[in-house]
């Protein structure tokens, strides 16, 4: 009774499996692709590898006449550079886009200061070698950062802006742990 009563439990939890996974099947990859406009492709480009260290791992082209078609812009061509975390195929894509001229808005100083996506947060093992970068190219620390998170303090928030104003957090020990 005792085999006949676990292999039915396994049944239904191999049904009940089922639906979950067919509820989660109307996505064809976990990866959501964000594309972020950029005043100057090469100086976020060179921001975003060299100092948040991000791997690039390519690039397209989309042509006037299907940005026109697609509802993506009035006819103007769009060059995008795609970046990883790291290289891996669920990894998040951060698609830097251009169209070749530079933005007109000012650049926003604080969250507050415009709508929309406004910073994205990355955790780190250590960083210390974020740090340095930060500094051997000149980009400013935001607020009073480096700042310890909760009661342990092993844990930092480091706030930085890239070449447009979009917040950076990094967080993670100052030391690797």
Do not use: C
């Amino acid at each position: 009774m005792k085999t006949q009563s676990t292999f039915l439990l396994l049944i239904i939890l191999a049904i009940a499996g089922t639906g979950i996974s067919q509820a989660q099947s109307e996505f064809s990859s976990t990866t959501i692709g964000i594309g972020v406009v950029v005043s100057d492709l090469e100086r976020s480009l060179d921001f975003y590898t060299d100092v948040i260290g991000l791997k690039k791992v390519g690039g397209f082209d989309v042509s006037e006449d299907f940005a026109k078609k697609s509802g993506l812009t009035g006819g103007l061509p769009i060059k995008v550079v795609t970046l990883k975390l790291e290289d891996e195929p669920e990894a998040t894509q951060w698609k830097l886009m251009s169209f070749g001229k530079k933005a007109p808005d000012p650049l926003p100083r604080y969250v507050q200061d415009v709508v929309g996506m406004r910073f994205i947060t990355i955790n780190v093992t250590n960083l210390k070698p974020f740090l340095k970068r930060i500094n051997e190219h000149g980009v400013k620390l935001l607020g009073e950062t480096p700042v310890p998170l909760g009661s342990s303090g092993n844990s930092h928030f480091v706030l930085v802006s890239d070449p447009d104003g979009i917040l950076i957090e990094l967080i993670g020990p100052l030391e690797g742990e």
